[in-house]
């Protein structure tokens, strides 16, 4: 049987947030947005981009592919 979407969405999220601390840099873009635009922080826009980029990856991946990916991230 299929994942629900609302499970799939906070498998996807605990993925992202171990690889890529996703929660963070969604945080500090919104509290402050001066310095996510500015050139000091060039490295994290681009570390939201890959995990950006892994997000449509884990949206259409199987069920056994978020499973393998859970099990990596749990070691």
Not at 16 to 44: K, M, V, Y
Request: net charge neutral.
């Amino acid at each position: 049987m299929a994942r629900p979407p609302a499970q799939r969405a906070r498998d996807i999220r605990r993925i992202l947030d171990a690889r890529f601390s996703f929660s963070t840099f969604e945080q500090w873009q919104r509290d402050d947005p001066a310095w996510w635009h500015s050139s000091r922080n060039e490295i994290g826009r681009g570390l939201y981009g890959q995990a950006l980029r892994e997000l449509e990856r884990l949206q259409s991946a199987s069920d056994g592919t978020l499973d393998a990916e859970l099990a990596d991230i749990a070691r």
